[in-house]
């Protein structure tokens, strides 16, 4: 009997230096054609292995400028996420501001009143200046002791709820509160409020919100004068500019029939829940009436 083995192993020698020979060539033509110098990945899909973390993914995307966000606006996300106390008004009431203070911030924002959404509109408007008038001294230095970088004044008001009728009666077609020219701290208008702070007599305000002071009661004094002194602002402003003014709290008559007299159902820009919005021009304008307050 005759048998092949010689000639067995002889094959099996070919073909193992045969298949080697392959997968080193291949090996050579893979390092020649796929070399880092000659492939370039695209870098907006692509993952890569880093190099300083060995076997750890990483998007190849543009370096991230990485810094520390202001300690205002940290104390603001610190103290909201671990407050059980809301702002006083609604989510939707909140984003009607938001969206002026989007095109507008930052700017110069005016707020009747410090409450316990004051921290929210201050870092809403970051970088600019938002300022707070409040009636309540002893408020004042509470939130002061809490949050230094408010700026908040004191405010006197003369008025009371019970007399708005009288007040809307005397002021509505007076020429001393009509009058544009008229700086408010030497006014005889009964409704301007003339003992505010100097800057905000001076400076160009390009937001305001009245939403203080106190109004549900017939003792308080209500806003029928912060309401008037917001709109005499505006009007006063450079030629040109317009003025976005918000009173809250519009389902009470005061703040109801005050906003529509003085601020103008015709600049009246939208309302969302007790929230109403106008958009009031300069009336140092050409072709706005001295002597008129509205269209």
């Known amino acids: 009997m005759t048998t092949n083995l010689p000639f067995q192993i002889t094959l099996k020698f070919i073909i193992s230096s045969f298949a080697s020979l392959v997968v080193i060539t291949l090996f050579f033509i893979t390092r020649t054609d796929f070399s880092s110098s ?9 993952l890569r292995i880093s190099s300083s973390s ?5 998007l190849n995307q543009k370096p991230v400028n990485c810094g ?3 300690p205002s606006l940290a104390d603001t996300l ?11 008004q609604t989510l939707s009431e909140i984003s009607v501001t938001k969206k002026v203070l989007d095109k ?5 924002f005016l707020v009747f009143g410090l409450g316990h959404d004051s921290l929210m509109w201050a870092s809403l408007n970051h970088g600019g200046r938002t300022i707070f008038l409040e009636e309540d001294e002893s408020w004042i230095r509470q939130i002061s002791k809490k949050f230094p ?8 008001y003369d008025t009371k709820v019970r007399d708005a009728a009288a007040l809307m009666a005397e002021a509505r077609d007076r020429e001393e509160c009509v009058r544009v020219t008229t700086d408010l701290r030497v006014s005889k208008c009964v409704l301007a409020l003339k003992g505010l702070p100097e800057m905000v007599y001076e400076v160009e305000w390009d937001l305001i919100m009245v939403d203080a002071p106190t109004g549900y009661h017939e003792e308080a004094p209500g806003r029928m004068a912060a309401i008037y002194t917001a709109a005499m ?3 006063r402003r450079k030629k040109g500019e317009t003025t976005a003014v918000f009173v809250h709290d519009v389902d009470r008559k005061v703040e109801d029939e005050f906003s529509m007299a003085f601020l103008c ?3 009246m820009t939208e309302q969302q829940g007790r929230l109403r919005g106008f958009t009031v021009p300069s009336h140092r304008n050409y072709g706005v009436s001295e002597g008129k307050l509205c269209p």
Not at 54 to 58: I, R, V, W
Not at 149 to 156: I, M, P
């Open 54 to 58: 060995p076997g750890t993914k990483s």
């Open 78 to 88: 610190i103290h909201y996420a671990a407050s059980s106390v809301t702002p006083q």
């Open 68 to 70: 520390k966000i202001p």
């Open 233 to 235: 602002i505006a009007r």
């Open 265 to 267: 159902k015709d600049y």
């Open 149 to 156: 970088s408010l700026e908040s004044y004191h405010v006197r």
């Open 104 to 108: 507008k911030s930052p700017c110069n």
């Open 38 to 46: 000659s492939f370039q990945p695209s870098p907006e899909n692509t």
